[in-house]
């Protein structure tokens, strides 16, 4: 039976098969719209009194007698052979065949507004996914309000009924819309929270919370003028429209917008930068929105929301250096700022001698310095309590009295005046405390923090403390565990948010959120004869190719090999991510290129990638970070790390110690070191892998860098260990290197011993299949 299709938010458009079909009389469009939206079977007498109430009860029924037949003779045209209707006809009876294939707008959009009415909150992860899919094609499929500027004007009853539906109809739209911008706006996806919002506005330019919704997230993003224009086209609206000024809440929003500076620059996703020199791309080519994270800056918002109504909240943001803890509370503090909080950041620092309330005092200065009266605030006594801290207050008052001098009685005071201070601070508004960096705080940092944690859970205060930690190395001291216990045992509700790195999907999506070219320009071709070493995945590409052409499934391809392979280097670290990325972009394997509509993209050169070896795509950002954790090793330690770089793969304890030459106690101490700073990790990366009892190091980076730091004299010293423990390990790769000559590849490295590139990568399983034959020439663990 050939398919239906009513699209009914908006203007009615009714396609049959592929035919938009047209409609000789306005009676004929309702009387189908209303069948197929009431469903069931209608009397004729009911629906001729209904849709024709100026003519009798003969008059009517042939009326409608006549509109139905234009409407079978309108359906029929596009049936097939044998087909029946799409309308139950009876002698008495009209009505719907719902059994019939019928595509109805409204069913996606119940569909949808149900699964809103069960919770979003809880949704994460596929779930999550799905959601989002359903209700962007629900909100897409509303192009208007039910049946727009569509009335039967000697119909009173159609027109009631429609009026009722169109009421409806836009209740549960306007819900889908809400959801929709809210999932997004949780996730940290402001760039689509605002184009929901406005795809919101534009269904409804009424509407004062979708105004106010995109006047905050502007205004999170850092972009006040945007924000304020956003104000001003709804009230522009509502002046027009209504003749009414906004809500004294939208008021009261420019108001703060105007007055308040962002807490974050404006980072404006366009690639068409009229700041940027002629013929220069712009600077933010590899900024992308923040991907990965939308679970954890739920979490966050969820907290906020708590601390908003009066329940102080404590959240303990851990994860290694350049896991991306820094974006993801500059995201949040943005969104908290828009949202009306006030916000308090501070920054604990690595020095030599450790400085008391280093953190709280930067954070204190500032925040005191915006006050005209601080003395309003709080009484002498507390202020003076407080000028331990800040000497520059007794410059403001010097009739101060003087704190007292006992020491244990003083740090009490102090406690005391500060808990006081941020306890009315937050009777204004909602206060957020964010320190950063608290792996370097000291101890009366902490024991302070200690203090106001208890003190905001006994009084319930609107304030919720942000805590980032570093873990991974050996930053964390024994007093900070046990002050972390004692965090944990205060009645104040604690979150703790660990952020791991990027699974491989969310890798893929991160290297598709970037600004690809959506056109290929015309540039030279880069091809390369060569192998692809670890790029190899990418060598059936084009040579040069933007990589943002959807419907090309060579794009998808290259943009998939290509993220696998960041993936493998990797390990999905954002820092070291976003840093290779630069390094591509300078060494020019990632070009920018100007596009026919001004805008700028990103063209990958899978040629060039192929030819550049591993080594040289390290950028130096990584390379010295990687040598400032390999400085802090003890000599064990290191050899044992040097004799993995030269082996590659199977790293079992035992290997490894025999190849460092250094005694199981020692190796044990020197694995464990190795474990704590994260340079080796326990467990084979590669997913096919069973065997648990294996090492291996963490990204590919770190291994190449280690084995070219232990210079040339040390690695044939390794080699010469290896060769004696593993004879079948020489035997192999002296088969590989033969192999490679006959095919007239001799300058091929990849076979040499050292850092395992893409061509010896399954060197380990001939060791083993071959050591099984040889039973007793090789001790395997």
Known sequence: MSQLQLSLLGAPIVKHGERTLTFSTRK?????????????????????????????????????????????????????????????????????????????DLRFVESASKQVGRGVEPFTGEARGELLAQLEQATRLARGPFLASFTLRDSQFFDDWTRQHREYWHLRVHQLFDALSKLYERAGDRERAIETVSRWLSFDPLNEEGYRRLMRLRFSQGDRVGALRAYANGRAVLADELQVEPEPETVALAKRIRQAAPVRPAQPRSLLSPHASAGQP?????????????????????????????????????????????????EFVGWAHAQGADVLAGRALQTGRQLPYQPLIDVLRLRLEQEHAPDDLLSDVWLAELSRLLPELRDRYPDLPVPSTDEALGHNRLFEATSRLLQIWATRRPLVVL???????????????????????????????????????????DLQSSWLMALKRTHIPLTALVLVAFT????????????????????ENNSSTGGMQDARALKHAPAELPLSFPTSST???????????????????????????????????????????????????????????????????????????????????????????????????????????????????????????????????????????????????????????????????????VSAVMPELFLIRAEENSRKKKKGNPDDQSATIGPVKAGGSHYLEHVERRASRHAGQTERS
């Open 28 to 104: 004929a469009l309702a009387l189908l719209v209303y069948l197929a939206v009431e469903g069931g079977t209608h009397p004729r007498k009911t629906l001729s009194e209904a849709f024709w109430p100026e003519l009798d009860a003969e008059h009517g029924r042939a009326a409608l007698r006549a509109t139905l037949l234009e409407l079978r003779k309108l359906l029929e045209r596009s049936h097939g052979p044998g087909e029946r209707a799409h309308l139950l006809v009876e002698r008495d009876t009209l009505g719907f065949d719902q059994g019939s294939p019928l595509i109805l």
């Open 282 to 330: 712009p600077v933010n080519l590899l900024d992308g929105p923040l991907l990965g994270r939308a679970a954890e800056f739920g979490t966050l918002i969820e907290c906020y929301q708590r601390a908003y109504a009066g329940q102080p909240q404590l959240v303990l943001l851990q994860g290694e250096a350049g896991i991306g803890k820094t974006r993801l509370v500059t």
């Open 435 to 477: 320190l950063d960096d608290m792996q370097w705080a000291d101890t009366a940092t902490l024991d302070l923090l200690l203090y106001l944690a208890r003190s905001f859970a006994e009084q319930p205060t609107p304030v919720l403390l942000l805590l980032n930690l570093r873990t991974g190395t050996e930053t964390v001291s």
């Open 504 to 523: 491989k999907e969310e890798t893929q999506r991160f290297v598709q959120a970037l600004a690809w070219a959506e056109q290929r320009p015309e540039a």
């Open 555 to 721: 794009y998808r391809e290259t943009l998939a090999s290509f993220a696998d392979w960041l993936y493998v280097q990797t390990r999905g670290q954002p820092f070291y991510l976003t840093e290779t990325l630069k390094a591509l972009l300078e060494c020019e394997v990632i070009t920018p290129a100007l596009q026919e509509n001004g805008s700028w993209g990103l063209v990958l050169r899978t040629g060039l990638l192929a030819q550049i070896p591993v080594g040289e795509l390290i950028p130096s950002s990584l390379r010295e970070l990687i040598r400032s954790q390999l400085a802090r090793l003890t000599p064990s330690a290191w050899a044992l790390l040097v004799a993995g770089a030269v082996l590659g793969k199977g790293l079992t304890f035992e290997r490894l110690c025999q190849v460092a030459q250094i005694d199981e106690q020692a190796g044990l101490y020197a694995l464990e070191e190795l474990l704590r700073s994260r340079l080796l990790c326990e467990g084979n990366l590669a997913e096919d892998a069973q065997a648990f009892d294996e090492y291996t190091f963490p990204r590919e980076m770190i291994r190449e860098v280690v084995y070219q730091e232990a210079g040339a004299t040390r690695q044939r010293l390794v080699q010469r260990r």
